[in-house]
């Protein structure tokens, strides 16, 4: 087990450093021309650009500039082109919100996930099956973003029921924390429940069908019963390993586009302004910063598995 | 010795039937078998009719759009009037104008031509953005875009994952190890993120490299980026099929017979992954749409004053209080699109995996 947990976390850091040094290439290699003048602005003097070449040492090779981002990265000392503010500081600052908002949201799409997905797995067939599945195709076709202009614009700009976007600490005041998040929570999760109602409901129906299943009800349990003991059980297994994968996303910056429409000023909002700008110390920092979540997330799926199943300790 | 006639010939399912029956029963393909599965599946059929419908409408806005609207999609006209029920109305009202009692400049909201429907000769059917421009049209444009990316990206990343999921299927060893890591990392990043970060760092001078020129702006820069980002989530399923059906005896008298690799790889392994590529592309396509509307909202995909679906609500959205179909239309027209090719992408899997088809009917 040991050998196995070391492996993992060795890969585990390979594909970071992998993972960064794509991410250098892609903003100082693909856009072309030189990188200094470009940060510099329109209105640069030459002195202006010679600096900003030394100051970042793009003068020296690729591998060079990557290993002194870097390791400013790892001191802190990253600081971005536009503004001159620290990223780390800066994804730190994010982070309250975007956990506030990751968390709220799983809570929400786990739990009507497993109930949406069990209704429709029990009734199946009937016509509650049926509007739930046209429901949840209907969630998993709507793009966020577009869900989220139109719940925010008609509950929260017309009628005022809710805030009109922005983020109050859980610290400060946990009542209206809360109620800000409430429309960005439901807007992430719509998608989410969609899914997970999908994919628990022919997992139940798999299962279901199952000798275990059927061995359970001939001795006389309830149907209930050997609903919930048995057979959801089982069909849990596939969603916990979604879940794991699909937290780590929305946490590492896929909520970007919830933030963008409520103007959440988490780690993806950061990474939206960055973008604008194409300042590449923020996004570098800030795609390390998800990839980081969903490598971690998936090592720690893999472990977790690994733990209950020794077979695949071998592989 | 002729044989007496006995109980205990063997007679074959066909003999029977056609003694019992009067009827043969006939060799059927399993392609006619889903496709007679999916002939009943009204649903996904009528999705599908939806799904064509509009690529038909959106692909043929070039042909037909200008007869009716009598404008094309990026021409203004903020400052024309146009006949609604025999009445001028101004396309785009309000802004800043000078007031010619105290001659000073009044800044007011604009406000735009709302949807005209029929009343105007097919002029804004559907209203005017702030710059003037017939958001009926815009729509048929944008949609023709996205569906361009939507389409063209799965058609891409279908057939690189296809490609790289024979090689690892088929090679294992090395090969499989590089390629799984290939897919490992593109996994390893936030889709969105990755993506967005592709796109806008593409759209600074655009891509010249190894041969390959795009301009800043091009459509082809969100197509790449998304069929980019998303090979490995149809690469590694179909990767795990071929591994394992690389070792059915099938393979193993390919093999023996002195086939080649590349025929063994297309004509013996494709084919029995083919019905799930195929399930795999239409979902696909239905994703890309999505993913290319998120990219254009925050500015990376599509450029204006290029229209998508994506671009078409973001620049809506500064509009939502005085004219909120603009963000709306353009989004129901995605989630129609998106909707009926999940719809057709369902039933296709039905149709295609009997055992699924039981799973439903239970």
Known sequence: MLAFLLRRVFGMVVVLAVVSFIVYLVFVKIPGGDPAQRIAGRTATQANIVAIRDKLSLDQPFYVQWYKMMQQLFTGKLISYTDQLSVVGQIWQGLPVTFSLSLGAAVIWLFFGVLVGVISAVTAGRLSDRLITVLALIGVSMPVFWLGIILRYGLAERNSLFPDGGYVALTSNPLQWFYHLLLPWVTLAVLFIGFYGRVLRSNILDTINEDYVRTARAKGLSARRVLIKHALRNSLIPIVTLFGLDFAAVLGGGAILTETVYDLHGVGFYARTAIGNLDLPPLMGVTLYGAFFIVFFSTLVDVVYAWLDPRIRVR | ?362
């Open chain 2, 1 to 362: 010795m002729a044989e007496p006639a006995t109980d205990f010939t063997l007679d074959s399912a066909a003999l029977l039937a056609a003694e019992e029956h009067e009827v043969s029963i006939v060799g059927r393909s399993p392609t006619y078998l889903a496709w007679r599965r999916l002939r009943r599946n009204y649903v996904a059929l009528f999705s599908l009719v939806v799904f064509v419908l509009i690529v038909a409408c959106c692909a043929l806005a070039p042909v037909y759009a200008h007869r009716i609207a009598h404008t094309g999609p990026n021409e203004i006209h903020a400052t024309e009037l146009v006949r609604v029920n025999g009445k001028d109305r101004q396309v785009v009202g309000g802004g800043s104008y000078l007031d010619p009692k105290t001659n000073q400049f009044v800044v007011r909201g604009i406000s735009v031509l709302g949807p005209t429907w029929w009343h105007a000769d097919g002029r804004f059917v559907l209203g005017s953005d702030a710059l003037g421009r017939d958001v009926a049209v815009r729509l048929l444009y944008g949609g023709l875009n996205s569906l361009k990316i939507g389409i063209g990206s799965a058609l891409i990343c279908s057939f690189i994952a296809i490609v790289l999921a024979l090689i690892a299927g088929y090679f294992r060893g090395w090969a499989d190890w590089i390629i799984s890591r290939f897919f490992d990392l593109i996994w390893a990043f936030p889709v969105l993120l990755l993506a967005i970060a592709l796109g806008s760092a593409l759209q600074i001078n655009g891509f010249h490299h190894f041969g390959i020129n795009i301009k800043p702006g091009s459509l082809w820069i969100p197509l790449l980026v998304i069929s980019y980002v998303l090979i490995p989530y149809i690469g590694r399923p179909l990767r795990g099929q071929i591994l394992s059906l690389r070792e059915k005896e099938f393979v193993e008298a390919a093999v023996g017979q002195g086939a080649s690799p590349l025929r063994i790889m297309f004509s013996d392994l494709l084919p029995n992954v083919a019905s799930t590529a195929l399930v795999f592309f239409t979902l696909i396509i239905a994703n890309n749409i999505l993913t290319e509307a998120g990219l254009s909202y925050l500015g990376a995909g599509v450029q204006p004053p290029n229209p998508s679906w994506g671009t078409l609500i973001a620049s809506g959205q500064d509009q939502i209080h005085t004219a909120p179909w603009l963000a709306i239309i353009p989004g129901i027209a995605i989630v129609l699109t998106v909707l009926s090719m999940n719809i057709f992408g369902d039933g296709l899997r039905d149709a295609l995996d009997p055992r699924a088809k039981v799973r439903v009917e239970h």
